[in-house]
Antibody, heavy 122, light 107 residues
């Protein structure tokens, strides 16, 4: 059974660093892109970026480029999302999701983690 | 980046109603369009990929159509568990932007 299990909720202060994780199981982790999606309180889904664990090829959405770092360690089947200096505006639920191939080059997110709630408050 | 719009923003419907949600893109994306359902407090789940292909395990009352810049998600007979927010997403180019969502609630 494919599963993505994310790290627990975090409460941090502005300016602090943070790294959250997403561990895959039930499939060959290296062979599928993992994406990160932000959902701010009461708002919609935002595509942040995506990584291919096999070679760590990473793509970012422009609003998130330079604001977060996406990485992966294929030896432990885990992807990461990290901040070097959190802002109050980073308060949100963060989901990881596996991108699969639906045929003819059509990709979509088929499995999602349960989400990690990050709260940034002084 | 490709911009996405959805209409309506929200709708109220009754069990058994036929519901249609529209998604439009700022440029042609062929059929690189996906639909997701998100129930309150839950992670999104895929419903439709490649505009009209039903994800495994999704009830057949859900269907998708469209190509180019205009797409629709139809629920043929709304069930109690379908009250949720629905998002379209394009996978034609990076970033794979999501639409703003359509909330379906009980009339």
């Amino acid at each position: 059974e494919v599963q993505l299990v994310q790290s627990r909720a975090e409460v941090e202060k502005p300016g602090e660093s943070l790294k959250i994780s997403c561990k895959g199981s039930g499939y060959t982790f290296s062979n599928y892109w993992i994406g990160w999606v932000r959902q701010m309180p009461g708002k919609g889904l935002e595509w942040m970026g995506i990584i291919y664990p096999g070679d760590s090829d990473t793509r970012y959405s422009p609003p998130f480029q330079g604001q977060v770092t996406i990485s992966a360690d294929k030896s432990i089947s885990t992807a990461f999302l990290q901040w070097s200096s959190l802002k109050v505006s980073d308060t949100a639920m963060y989901y990881c999701a596996r991108r699969t191939h639906g045929g003819r080059g059509r990709y979509y997110f088929d499995y999602w983690g349960q989400g990690t709630l990050v709260t940034v408050s002084s | 980046d490709i911009q996405m719009t959805q209409s309506p923003t929200s709708l109220s419907a009754s069990v058994g109603d036929r519901v249609t949600i529209t998604c439009r893109t700022s440029q042609s994306i062929s059929d690189y369009l996906n639909w997701y359902q998100q129930r309150p407090g839950m992670a999104p789940k895929p419903l439709i990929f490649a505009a009209s292909s039903l994800e495994s395990g999704v009830p057949s009352r859900f269907s998708g159509s469209g190509s180019g810049t205009h797409f629709t998600l139809t629920i043929s007979s709304l069930q109690p568990e379908d009250f949720a927010t629905y998002y379209c997403q394009q996978s034609y180019s990076t970033p794979g932007t999501f639409g703003p969502g359509t909330k379906v609630d009980i009339k």
